[in-house]
């Protein structure tokens, strides 16, 4: 499994962007780049994935290099309920495997 | 979306009894599952893969006799602490794949979590 890193904490205040990068540097063929999002005493919960360039949807954006041995994950505007753990996470593209999370970021949001 | 429940989402036993905690897959069929152990500010550590049907694998240094899983349908697996223990103390979650592959990866639906406590 490709080892990720990414920072452990960053602060932002409301309203700001928020762009947190992930280093990938095994990352293999056929794996997918995907972020989590985790609150206290939850699940994760899964916001974002793609596997090259950039991948937009109503949360997020995922930039991924062409190389892929990184991503980021921009967050627009984020709101005090957006404080929660960032796991980036590198997986297989074939169903039925493990995720292996790392430490992840925890972002925290403040007025 | 796909949706995964728990239960119970939290429970406190006396330190050498067990607890059984329930997975489910309310909407899909879950070919796979997965069992994980958070400790406080830590992240998630995989325990266990599932395979409906099948025994389950159990990660490197995770006790087999002592956490049991069954996965005896596509909805439904069980994690079982057996004579718990203070230190086996912690949150568990699992997650649940739907074996299709593609475009999205391999991704998981996750439970919300059960909390245990052993006195």
């Known amino acids: 499994l490709a080892k990720t890193t990414q920072p452990i904490s960053m602060d932002s205040y409301e309203g700001q962007e928020v762009n947190i990068t992930c280093s990938h540097n095994?990352?293999?063929?056929?794996?997918?780049i995907t972020w989590y999002q985790q609150f206290p005493s939850q699940g994760p919960r899964f916001i974002i994935q793609?596997?090259?360039t950039k991948v937009t949807n109503e949360v997020a954006s995922l930039f991924i290099p062409a190389d892929r041995k990184s991503s980021t994950l921009s967050l627009p505007r984020v709101s005090l309920s957006d404080t929660a753990v960032y796991y980036c996470?590198?997986?297989?593209?074939?169903?039925?495997?493990?995720?292996?999370f790392g430490k992840g970021t925890s972002l925290l949001v403040t007025p | 979306g796909a949706v995964v429940s728990q239960h119970p989402s939290w429970v406190i036993c006396k330190s050498g009894t067990s607890v059984k905690i329930e997975c489910r897959s309310l909407?899909?069929?879950?070919?796979?599952m997965f069992w994980y152990r958070q400790f406080p500010k830590q992240s998630l550590m995989l325990m266990a893969t599932?395979?409906?049907?099948?025994?389950?694998?159990?990660e490197q240094g995770v006790e087999k006799d002592k956490f049991l899983i069954n996965h005896a349908s596509l909805t439904l697996s069980t994690l079982t602490v057996t004579s718990a223990h203070p230190e086996d103390s912690s949150f568990y979650i699992c997650?649940?794949?739907?074996?299709?592959?593609?475009?999205?990866?391999?991704?998981?639906?996750f439970g919300p979590g059960t909390r245990l406590t052993v006195l």
């Open positions: 996470l590198v997986v297989n593209s074939n169903s039925g495997y493990a995720l292996n």
């Open positions: 909407d899909f069929q879950a070919t796979t």
């Open positions: 793609g596997y090259k």
């Open positions: 599932s395979n409906e049907g099948s025994k389950a694998t159990y």
């Open positions: 997650s649940a794949s739907d074996g299709l592959a593609g475009m999205r990866g391999s991704e998981q639906f």
């Open positions: 095994n990352i293999a063929t056929n794996d997918y």
